[in-house]
């Protein structure tokens, strides 16, 4: 893995941008994205860039379920906010949350992935180094599925809603599977709160219980992390 340690978020996103620069102009067509606030800072400076999507796809990693895409808290509106209001592609897939029909819902994003392989995937990662919305004890065969989130990450995620009880309980995701056939990774990660999830992503065992840590197989991974949360890292 190679590994950037950067002195802040800023930073971090200016690194992240350049590494996206780079696979775009080497042909990266189908992009795998990522929600969440560590990546928003990259998608600003992809706006404000010349780069052009009208050839590309996208493809989310996870939606929560329940949610419809005119729902601010839904991943398909942070999307459309953050980046492809002003920088549409041609076009751009996220698991629809309204699908009560798993299988449905899980066949037609495995199609789409199966048609639009991913070239570069970005990722964040969760305190419990969860990614996508794999959480610790997901088999590392999974490909999308359905997903119970776990009990931090609905209060990680509980700033983004009024209460605690308006945090969906599921949500699709595709699979750690899913996220190691990318041809190229980038993996952002800043501050304090994320530091033993760097540590056991980087330096722990490959296990199960740290979902992150699969990506120590894959073969073009870059983790952009700041000092805070390289801090623990030998
Ligand atoms: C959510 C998303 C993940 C994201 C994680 C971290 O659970 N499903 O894709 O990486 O949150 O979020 P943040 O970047 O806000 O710390």
Redesign the pocket.
């Given at each position: 893995m190679n590994i950037i340690v950067v002195e802040n978020a800023q930073q971090g996103a200016e690194k992240a941008f350049e590494l996206f620069e780079k696979a775009y102009q080497h042909g990266a067509k189908h992009y795998g994205l990522?929600?969440?606030?560590?990546?928003i800072e990259l998608y600003t400076l992809i706006r404000h860039s010349n780069l052009d999507f009208s050839n590309c796809y996208s493809i989310n990693?996870?939606e929560y379920i329940g949610l419809s895409p005119e729902d601010e808290h839904s991943?398909r509106y942070f999307m459309e906010q953050h980046l492809f209001n002003t920088k549409p592609f041609k076009e751009s897939f996220v698991p629809n949350g309204l699908e009560q029909d798993e299988q449905t819902e899980i066949s037609r994003y495995e199609t789409l992935l199966k048609q639009y392989p991913i070239d570069l995937q970005i990722?964040?990662?969760?305190?419990n180094a969860?990614?996508?919305?794999n959480e610790p004890g997901t088999s590392f065969e999974e490909r999308t599925h359905k997903v119970q989130?776990a009990e931090a990450?609905i209060q990680?995620?509980q700033r983004f809603f009024e209460k605690k009880e308006d945090v969906p309980t599921h949500?699709y995701?595709m699979g750690l599977q899913s996220i190691m056939d990318a041809k190229e990774i980038i993996l952002?990660?800043?501050?304090k709160?994320?530091a033993q999830a760097i540590k056991d992503l980087v330096e722990g065992p490959i296990t199960e219980s740290v979902p992150a840590s699969i990506l120590q197989k894959h073969e073009r991974v870059t983790i952009i992390i700041d000092k805070d949360a390289a801090e623990l890292l030998n």
């Open positions: 990522a929600t969440g606030s560590t990546p990693l996870d991943y990722l964040g990662l969760g305190t969860h990614i996508g919305f989130l990450t990680a995620n949500a995701s952002m990660a800043f501050g709160a994320k």
